[in-house]
């Protein structure tokens, strides 16, 4: 009887990967009861693997660009501004759905400004996702030139959130 449950466990599991896949939800919480003392807690979610991945590979990725267009190299394309600033190589973007905030706490002084020094690994901001505060290390060191969130906005995967040259 218990590995038939846990057959059927498996399944419903899989039943509500597919929905959640099938109608673009990011998270999907269930409880199943069995009987008294007896139920089965799933939560399914497509945060969980996307941040650390896109954390890590997009400013390796952008690194090498960057170091590529020298400003006193003449072929380098002069691209202060590209239209879109997610294409922008020295762009910082979002390694998960949350909300953005640019400060520590309500009040309290922003971790950084236009014109800020930043250090590989200081923080740029914090995404709140899920009720976890998960800090936003710069990917390389350089100028905060633009912030392209304000505080408090809600953030999709992979939307720019700051442009460091």
């Known amino acids: 009887m218990t590995q038939s449950r846990n057959e059927a466990d498996v399944a419903f599991i899989k039943a509500l990967a597919e929905l959640l896949n099938d109608n673009e939800l990011s998270e999907l919480s269930v409880k199943r009861d069995y009987g008294e003392n007896d139920s089965l807690n799933v939560k399914v979610s ?61 009040g309290a002084a922003n971790f950084v400004s236009i014109g800020a020094q930043v250090a590989e690994g200081d923080t740029l901001m914090i995404i709140e996702a899920m009720k976890t505060m998960n800090h936003i290390p710069a990917p390389r060191a350089g100028t905060v030139k633009r912030i392209l969130i304000s505080d408090g906005s809600p953030v999709e995967f992979g939307a720019p959130l700051m442009i460091i040259e």
């Open 46 to 106: 497509k945060l969980s693997a996307q941040p650390v991945q896109m954390q890590y590979a997009a400013p390796q990725a952008m690194a090498p660009q960057a170091a590529a267009s020298s400003p006193n190299s003449p072929s380098a394309p002069k691209s202060e501004t590209p239209a879109d600033p997610a294409q922008h190589p020295g762009a910082v973007t979002s390694p998960m759905v949350g909300t953005a905030y640019l400060a520590a706490e309500p």
